[in-house]
Nanobody, 124 residues
Framework: VQLQASGGGFVQAGGSLRLSCAPS????????LGWFRQAPGKEREFVAA????????YYSDSVKGRFILSRGNADNTVYLQMNSLKPEDTAVYYC??????????????????WGQGTQVTVSS
């Protein structure tokens, strides 16, 4: 599965951005597609995940209520709508996929397909 991530940019605190992740060459319909982020000097951390078969979404506590994960109707593109952005949301954001569901969806080690990162910068 190849993943094409896009949509990063620069925004002021309180603003919004929408990231996109377009998978090709495979399906995560029985697995998951997740978003992770990594700030300089920090470990990669879980942001959100979409379970393919149940279409259930999961969020980290730090983004719950501000970020919304959705899937396009016409294709498999997954969107991460990020609202009320904070400076601490600044990071490189990565989308990742696994073809079979794993209960530890929040662990980046459980994903074996990764897209290129997209930079999100939030100014105070």
């Amino acid at each position: 599965v190849q993943l094409q991530a896009s949509g990063g940019g620069f925004v002021q605190a309180g603003g919004s951005l929408r990231l996109s992740c377009a998978p090709s060459g495979g399906s995560f319909s029985r697995g998951a597609l997740g978003w992770f982020r990594q700030a300089p000097g920090k470990e990669r951390e879980f942001v959100a995940a979409l379970r393919g078969d149940a279409r259930r979404t999961y969020y980290s506590d730090s983004v719950k209520g501000r970020f919304i994960l959705s899937r396009g109707n016409a294709d498999n593109t997954v969107y991460l709508q990020m609202n009320s952005l904070k400076p601490e949301d600044t990071a490189v954001y990565y989308c990742a996929a696994r073809l079979v569901w794993h209960i530890h969806y929040y662990n980046p080690e459980n994903y074996n397909h990764w897209g290129q990162g997209t930079q999100v910068t939030v100014s105070s």
